[in-house]
């Protein structure tokens, strides 16, 4: 089994910074693409940001320019910078991994159980 464990999250104004962290754990012979999700009260859960082993980046458009994805592959650990905070960012925010667990080589996708984020205005 494989473990994500999410950090970092709080309370900040808007115009803020938080760096939100995921520790992967367990039986993990590679970790893969590895991604941020979040879910605001009442919406559905939504993509915000991904990272392929080889360090290629993508983002929602709602947060490019403001939030930053990066891992260590050494540390197996993600990370998700987030700069210029506004009250829309509100959510709980989950990590999000591929990992192939065995060398049968079948990757899994594994979720952390989500860390708060309030933006106030």
């Known amino acids: 089994q494989v473990q994500l464990v999410e950090s970092g999250g709080g309370l900040v104004q808007a115009g803020g910074s938080l760096r939100l962290s995921c520790a992967a754990s367990g039986s993990i012979f590679s970790l893969n693409a590895m991604a941020w999700y979040r879910r605001a009260p009442g919406s559905q859960r939504e993509f915000v940001a991904d990272i392929t082993r080889g360090g290629s980046t993508s983002y929602a458009d709602s947060v490019k320019g403001r939030f930053t994805i990066s891992r260590d592959n050494a540390k197996n650990t993600l990370d998700l910078q987030m700069n210029n905070l506004k009250p829309e960012d509100t959510a709980v925010y989950y990590c999000?991994?591929?990992?192939?667990?065995?060398?049968?080589?079948?990757?899994?996708?594994?979720w952390g159980q989500g860390t708060q984020v309030t933006v106030s205005s």
């Open positions: 999000n991994a591929a990992v192939v667990t065995s060398d049968l080589g079948i990757e899994y996708n594994f």
